[in-house]
């Protein structure tokens, strides 16, 4: 069973940068996706950033994609979300869970960043853009 574990958050003035860790124990498969979500206060769930473990292969929703980066060290069953240039509406709390395949959705017409057959999430860590 994986377990995930964030950390990271905090609170950030606009055009301030974060990194955030997503890492992961127990059973970790070669080939898993691992994927960033976000909730702010009153919003839906969005998928912003996605990487296939097994080749390095990135995925982002179009919202933070040039703002924000993920990576991934396999020695330390780690992924990372280092997210700069941050305005208020990145607030709201981030999730990183562990699955299958690393996707592209679109919502409303824009493109998000999905994952297939999750299996476990982490609590989540807060981030606060504000001055």
């Known amino acids: 069973e994986v377990q995930l574990v964030e950390s990271g958050g905090g609170l950030v003035q606009p055009g301030g940068s974060l990194t955030l860790s997503c890492a992961a124990s127990?059973?970790?498969?070669?080939?898993?996706?691992i994927a960033w979500f976000r909730q702010a206060p009153g919003k839906e769930r969005e998928g912003i950033s996605c990487?296939?473990?097994?080749?390095?292969?990135?995925y982002y929703a179009e919202i933070v994609e040039g703002r924000f980066t993920i990576s991934s060290d396999r020695a330390k069953n780690t992924v990372y979300l280092q997210v700069n240039n941050l305005t208020p509406e990145d607030t709201g709390v981030y999730y990183c869970?562990?699955?299958?395949?690393?996707?592209?959705?679109?919502?409303?017409?824009?493109?998000?960043?999905?994952?297939?057959?999750?299996?476990?999430r982490g609590q989540g860590t807060l981030v606060t853009v504000s001055s």
């Open positions: 869970a562990a699955g299958s395949l690393c996707l592209i959705q679109f919502r409303g017409g824009r493109r998000f960043s999905g994952l297939t057959n999750l299996d476990a």
């Open positions: 127990g059973f970790f498969s070669d080939d898993s996706g």
């Open positions: 990487i296939q473990t097994n080749d390095g292969t990135t």
